[in-house]
């Protein structure tokens, strides 16, 4: 059940259903609950366990389909998500709160973070956690050229409380220390 992350979704952002996509859905339904009323023989737990599969496995079908159909909307929220992580920066909330997490942008956007995850995935390629890691990496870029603070103080300036994770996250996105960084530019 894990591998079918709508289950931890809200309501509504549940599928987005065609008529069509309803009647198949509502006929296993009706199945499994037949199957569930009637049980008549030794094969009744393989075929409710079948419809069930079966049931899932097109609620899965839907479901990344619902992405693909509704990639303009999926693009918005997309750019949303930069405009909030620019946001952010600009109003210095990184100090006080520190880097923004999926929750933060999950909920300006409207959506459960397993929603915007899933959505920023499929539209983007780049998971949330993603964005905001290369967000901190550009603003560290920039501060790691425009100023002579070090190390520490921009990790702490961008958030982060620890400043080994920021060298950690820094040479992982891009290859190079911080320091590396700013000796070779």
Known sequence: MDSYNFFNYDVYEALHLSQQE??????????IKNEIIERIDNHSQQVLVSNIELLLNYSLRFYERQFNTRSATNHDVAAKVEVLLKDYYKKNVLL????????YLADKCHLSSSYLSD????????????????FLIEKSKS????????????????????????????KQKTGLTPQEYRQSN
């Open 22 to 31: 309803q009647n198949t859905l509502t006929q296993i339904i009706e199945l």
């Open 96 to 103: 006080d709160e520190g880097p923004p997490t999926i929750q």
């Open 119 to 134: 959505l920023l995935s499929k539209s983007t390629g780049r998971s949330a956690k993603d964005h905001i890691n290369d």
């Open 143 to 170: 501060l790691l050229l425009s100023s002579t603070d070090s190390i520490s103080g921009i990790a702490y300036s961008l958030g982060f409380n620890y400043p080994h994770y920021f060298g950690r996250l820094f």
